[in-house]
């Protein structure tokens, strides 16, 4: 009997030809969103240097014992939501859910007892959490954040607070804090008893049943309906503060009075970490829904947490806010942001002799603080032109054969095509003083600081040598 033949439909690809996507849950940045993520960053960057912050990154990867041992074995981070595996060493390890715990742990590894206290530190980077993907919650997702560690003060609290008021403002959003105490572990044992007397009867879900015999307070941080229900009439927190922690709260709150941020009371706030003592916060869009899904970011106090991970009891407080959520609001409310890859000056060549000379001339540009865009790789002029039309430069210096042997260079106003030919060696001068007379000025970038006043004189001097 002969052999059956072969499938030789080539139409069909075989698996190991199909394309291969990004994860569920993961996702690229492409180059057209990065505005939002550089205008973001240099904000965050901006209000940590006003403040004195100093920057710090912590590994991705930590062990799992530290997140199950801060953030709470009983927290949905932990028992849900947490991308842990076994390395080739047999140690199980985690991708960090969160940033303040590995904080933390530097703060004891590196001897930071011994800085001058307090230790200010901020943070940028990614943050995995294996949740079902959300609005502006991937399962790789960004957060930036702000820790104090070494002051129990209460003015910490209100500054940091202000701060954070004052950042979200920067990025044009309107914000609203919300605000609580969650008292410290003495105070909180009379009202856990009176929190699970008024829960004991009532049809919680599944996971706060479980919550309500580990960790109550989990239970008022529950999203599920049915709970949120119930909880509407739970005994407030705030009506269980022991003195110092009331004293405490108050401060924090005449703190905010004074620093002009209006606030809104929420006893049901403590957070999903199990860390958080004392006072805790988020921050909401006004006039928007409280919950989980809307929150732009918070944190609180976590004066146990250094003792926890085996240092001497470091009182400290901290914020963490989430990137995509910032980006989606910012999206939302139409606020334009900058395109940072405009250009002033585009420079353009034809000819092997021209593009030498022309990166020479990128490159002093560049040296005189002027935004300076080209196409090197590009031969025809049209195609240069293009891309000088692509970052809406002001002009363009445009270096050809005829151009070299003459010493001249043709300078094109991109706004009126209205092109003239100038000596060579007046380039950069006739630039500068071009971008001078247009509103706004010649903005600087500069790499040793001084860049503001260097140009200055730059242009003085390039006055001198037009006149001449």
């Known amino acids: 009997m002969p052999k059956k033949a072969k499938n030789l439909d080539k139409s069909k690809p075989s698996k190991s030809s199909r394309k291969i996507q990004t994860l569920k849950g993961f996702r690229d940045i492409l180059p057209e969103h990065q505005k939002f993520w550089g205008f973001i960053f240099d904000k965050v960057r901006k209000t940590a240097e006003d ?31 947490m991308f842990t595996f076994e390395d080739k060493g ?3 390890v985690t991708l960090r859910p969160e940033i ?10 590196h001897g930071m007892l011994t800085w001058p206290q307090p230790v200010k530190l901020w943070y ?32 910490v609290d209100s ?20 605000i609580n105490s969650i008292g410290c572990p003495e105070c909180r044992k009379e009202y856990i008893k009176e929190l699970k007397e008024f829960l004991k009867d009532k049809k919680l879900c599944t996971d706060c049943k479980k919550r309500l015999e580990v960790n109550p307070l989990r239970v008022l941080d529950c999203k599920e309906t049915k709970c949120q229900e119930i909880l509407v009439d739970a005994p407030p927190i705030l009506d269980n503060l022991c003195e110092p922690c009331n004293k405490h709260f108050v401060k924090v709150l005449e703190g905010l009075d004074d620093g002009g941020v209006a606030y809104v009371l929420n006893p049901k706030l403590v957070r999903g970490l199990d860390y958080y003592n004392r006072t805790t916060f988020e921050f909401y869009l ?69 593009r030498q000379k022309s990166l020479n001339l990128f490159n002093d540009l560049r040296k005189q603080g002027i935004k300076v865009r080209q196409a090197f790789a590009k031969k025809g002029l049209g195609d240069q032109m293009e891309a000088a039309n692509r970052v809406n430069a002001k002009y363009t210096l445009i270096l ?32 500068k003083q071009r971008l001078l007379s247009v509103e706004g000025g010649l903005k600087v970038y500069s790499e040793n600081g001084n860049g503001n006043e260097e140009s200055k004189q730059s242009i003085d001097n390039s006055k001198e040598v037009i006149k001449s």
Do not use: C
């Open 51 to 81: 403040f004195s912050y100093e920057k710090i990154d912590t590994p991705i990867i930590e062990s799992t014992k530290l997140f199950e041992r801060t953030v709470g074995e009983s927290s949905d981070i932990v028992s849900k939501e």
């Open 90 to 92: 047999g140690d199980k």
């Open 100 to 109: 303040t715990a590995p904080v933390a742990r530097a703060y004891i590894e």
């Open 124 to 155: 940028w980077g990614p943050v995995f959490r294996y949740d079902k993907p959300q609005a502006g919650r991937y399962r790789q997702f960004y957060q930036f954040g702000f820790e104090v560690l070494g002051s129990d003060s209460n003015k």
């Open 159 to 178: 500054q940091l607070i202000i701060m954070a008021n004052n950042l979200y403002k920067s990025l044009g959003l309107d914000i609203e804090v919300q």
């Open 286 to 354: 006004a006039g928007e829904d409280i919950g989980s899904q809307n929150a732009l970011g918070g944190g609180g106090r976590y004066d146990y947490l250094v003792e926890q991970l085996g240092g001497r009891p470091t009182p400290a407080i901290g914020f963490a806010s989430g990137v995509e959520r910032a980006i989606i609001k910012l999206k939302e409310k139409d606020i334009k942001i900058k395109d940072e890859t405009t250009a002033d000056v585009f420079v353009a060549q034809l000819g092997e002799d021209a």
């Open 400 to 431: 050809g054969q005829k151009e070299i042997m003459d010493e001249t260079i043709i300078l094109r106003d991109m706004d009126s095509g209205i092109q003239e030919v100038i000596p060579f060696e007046k380039a950069i001068p006739t630039i």
